[in-house]
């Protein structure tokens, strides 16, 4: 499955809810981002759908994504809540399902709910479907049990300060594209030194390096804010390029400090 199926650099919609989500998310694509990522548990699909048709834009041209929560894997559950989620998209269908989280604390096997992904992507609900929060034993279990149905990505918790690397080199090995979430981890970096100092050297911000270096890398990322000047500030990130020296620094600054962990979470790796 090649990137182009999904931008790399996308708009994510985790609190932009009401009418000021609306407008955050019309200002994205007015700004020029073409991947929009909301989900079930965010209750920002209708702001999404608002934003969609406000914008006018072709169907085709803007990147969709939604993730189906938890609550909704049970068997015979999943299909009739993605149905509801292109409605409240106001979709004919979505461009990406997503898997939210793992069932919490294991209580559900794979086996549950997977084949109820493939079951909606087969009935044309969404034209791809992945995975988030997976773990690499989750993700290969997912793997060998899609028997060739392709994951287009594996939504994680990823930025310079936590580079859940071995999780991410897995995913890449295995051709399965890493999406960052709090890939700018919720706007911290600017403290950092070496964030600020490569940032100064590109005329640009730590946040618009963080994305930089996480595209450089292969992934993509979904930052997002309430502020437009924020919004069309990490868009910029598109147009950097780091050099081999900058990216070795990033990569130096690893905190392996994790922010979202429920307690209900998988085992991490």
Request: aromatic share 6%; hydrophobic share 40%.
């Amino acid at each position: 499955m090649t990137m182009q199926a999904m931008p790399q650099l996308g708009f994510g919609t985790y609190g932009r809810t009401g009418e000021a989500g609306i407008e955050a998310i019309s200002c994205a694509l007015q700004t020029g981002y073409r991947h929009l990522d909301t989900a079930q548990d965010y209750d920002t699909e209708a702001e999404v759908g608002a934003a969609l048709r406000a914008a006018g834009l072709p169907r085709e041209d803007v990147f969709v994504t939604t993730k189906v929560r938890p609550a909704n894997f049970a068997p015979g559950a999943l299909v009739p809540s993605l149905e509801k989620s292109c409605e409240t998209l106001g979709l004919g269908h979505v461009d990406l399902a997503l898997i939210h989280w793992p069932a919490p604390n294991g209580e559900r096997p794979l086996s549950d709910y997977i084949p109820q992904l493939v079951e909606a992507k087969e009935r044309g609900l969404t034209r791809h479907i992945g995975v988030s929060n997976f773990t690499i034993a989750l993700l290969d279990e997912t793997l060998a049990m899609l028997d060739g149905v392709p994951l287009l990505t594996n939504q994680v918790e990823l930025n310079p300060w936590f580079r859940n690397r071995k999780l991410a080199d897995h995913c890449t090995s295995r051709g399965v594209t890493v999406t960052c979430y709090q890939p700018i981890a919720k706007g911290r970096l600017g403290s950092d030194p070496v964030m600020k100092e490569i940032a100064d050297a590109h005329d640009a911000t730590p946040e618009q390096i963080a994305l930089a270096f996480e595209m450089s890398r292969g992934y993509a990322a979904i930052p997002t804010s309430g502020k437009a000047e924020r919004i069309r500030s990490n868009f910029g990130a598109l147009d950097i390029r780091l050099t081999e020296g900058d990216i070795n620094r990033i990569e130096g600054l690893d905190r392996g400090q994790r922010a979202i962990d429920p307690d209900w979470g998988p085992d991490w790796d």
